[in-house]
């Protein structure tokens, strides 16, 4: 797929930026040979017209992911968000007895807003579903070929939009199947925030456009959806409840992304070099134990940019399901962060954005004597 008009706004005046040679193209740990790993190139491009950024070429979906890695949620921070979402949604899901939700993975979600409420029927529409439970109908496969279930019913996602390849058509597609008086309630991350504490997380081969508030609130304007509320959680996410009403006068003004998400990116990917320099430096000139924090795409970027894979014993991660396997593109294996526990001096790198307190205070309470070289904004 190659992208030549914008996903945001639809013009086609693109103009490319920035190059990353050679990325691993998927986020996550493999049970496979690292002979079989896949890198690609990441070309990403302004549209001239409306100031967003994107992914020129995506990568097709069988090919990225080939390896699910949407497990229950690890951390506090992604379990507070949940929970949170959870009462967002129950707090305006008024009378409505049906939902769909659209990519609910593992089922964590519907598990929170089914508790105490059996009786709503809970319909998930999932590509890759790992949910076991005799109260949620899962229809496996995309929103497109489903699009159909969509009406009458209260629709949710939480961190589904900017996986899209095609998200202004795909809210148009929605928005088309919504009755009068439908809601949608749905979370997106706040790359705005991501990327101002430097977290690849924000964009990459997953997320591969620059999603805000100003381009929810674009979009909403374009399909009839009025925002009954909108609320940042913390600076990780931002919650939307919309509304299908009748149709209202057609959009005149141009639309334009305020602030400057190039600029924001190029910056992101300059810093992330000099902490990998910086870094290479102070391994190679105090030999020990060396640590890097997160089987995921945090790990990767150092690496992808520089950092010494051979002064690294391994990558660290609480989640167990990666654990005792080699972090996609490298052949670094993925331990618990308790290995440090009775070393000596041990030293950790850790570049994870929005997770970069939880982390640190955990490796502390691991271990007090750790090192731990951060890349702070």
């Known amino acids: 797929m190659n992208r030549t008009s914008c996903v945001v706004c639809g013009e086609d005046n693109l103009e490319v930026f920035l190059e990353l040679e050679r990325f691993p193209c998927y986020m996550g740990v493999s049970r496979r040979l690292f002979s079989s790993d896949a890198w690609f190139e990441q070309r990403w491009q302004e549209c001239q ?86 109260r949620i109908e899962v229809i496996q496969g995309y929103l497109e070929n489903h ?100 149709s209202r006068s057609v959009l005149t003004d141009i639309f334009e992304i305020s602030e400057n998400p190039r600029l924001a990116f190029v910056e992101m990917w300059t810093k992330i070099e000099k902490f990998v320099t910086s870094t290479n430096v102070i391994m190679q000139q105090q030999k020990k134990e060396s640590f890097l924090f997160g089987g995921h795409i945090f790990s990767q970027s150092l690496l992808a940019k520089g950092l010494k894979s051979e002064l690294i014993d391994c990558i660290l991660d609480n989640d167990i399901f990666k654990q005792g396997h080699r972090l996609y593109g490298t052949e670094l294996i993925v ?15 850790l570049a994870a954005s929005h997770y970069q307190n939880e982390i640190r205070e955990q490796l502390i309470q691991i271990n007090p004597n750790v090192e731990i070289l951060e890349l702070l904004n």
Not at 85 to 101: L, S
Not at 192 to 215: D, I, M, P, R, W
């Open 335 to 349: 331990r618990s962060p308790t290995i440090i526990k009775k070393m000596e001096y041990p030293r950790v790198i």
């Open 49 to 134: 017209a409306c100031k967003g950024i994107q992914l020129q070429s995506p990568i097709e979906t069988e090919v990225l992911y080939k390896e699910n890695h949407h497990k229950a949620p690890v951390g506090k921070l992604w379990i507070d968000h949940f929970k949170s979402f959870a009462d967002f949604i129950n707090m305006h899901k008024g009378r409505k007895r049906r939902i769909i939700e659209i990519g609910a993975a593992d089922g964590y979600l519907a598990n929170l807003i089914l508790e105490g409420d059996d009786e709503l029927k809970y319909t998930v529409i999932e590509p890759s579903p790992s949910i076991k439970d005799a």
């Open 147 to 246: 699009l159909d279930c969509l009406g009458g019913g209260l629709i949710i996602h939480s961190h589904v939009l900017e996986h899209l390849y095609l998200p202004r058509e795909s809210v148009q597609n929605i928005a088309n199947e919504m009755n009068d008086g439908d809601k949608m309630i749905f979370s997106i991350p706040n790359m705005s925030a991501l990327l101002q504490t430097y977290g690849a997380n924000s964009l990459n081969f997953e997320h591969t456009y620059f999603l805000n508030k100003e381009v929810v609130e674009y979009w909403a304007k374009l399909n009839d959806l009025q925002i009954l509320e909108s609320k940042e959680f913390r600076s990780h996410s931002i919650f939307f409840c919309v509304q299908k009403m009748k």
